[in-house]
């Protein structure tokens, strides 16, 4: 069974930095394509950023330049900086919903949340 952990949130004043760390066990990861997303007190859970085995990190229009994926053998991070008000949010890694179909998302983790106080 896959498990996801994420870590590194916390509260921070608008622009500060924070760096995620998701850590997955439970499947090969090297050959998961994998995102970050997050979900924002009465939103729905938005793809912030995607890596992809093989190709170009991709982000969203909202944190496009301050926001960096990577990963290594067993986790994904998420360097954020030059932090908002509006990134506050619970942080979730998963697959990336742009290659794979929402059945094939593993189960949510536990996320992280993010506070930036203005």
């Known amino acids: 069974q896959v498990q996801l952990v994420e870590s590194g949130g916390g509260l921070v004043q608008a622009g500060g930095s924070l760096r995620l760390s998701c850590a997955v066990s439970?499947?090969?990861?090297?050959?998961?394509?994998m995102a970050w997303y997050r979900q924002a007190p009465g939103k729905e859970r938005e793809l912030v950023s995607t890596?992809?085995?093989?190709?170009a990190p991709t982000y969203a229009d909202s944190v496009k330049g301050r926001f960096t994926i990577s990963r290594d053998n067993t986790k994904v991070y998420l360097q954020m900086n030059s932090l908002r008000p509006e990134d506050t949010a619970v942080y979730y890694c998963n697959r990336d919903l742009s290659v794979y179909a929402s059945r094939d998302l593993w189960s949510w983790g536990q996320g992280t949340q993010v506070n930036v106080s203005s």
């Open positions: 890596i992809q085995i093989g190709g």
């Open positions: 439970g499947v090969i990861f090297r050959v998961q394509h």
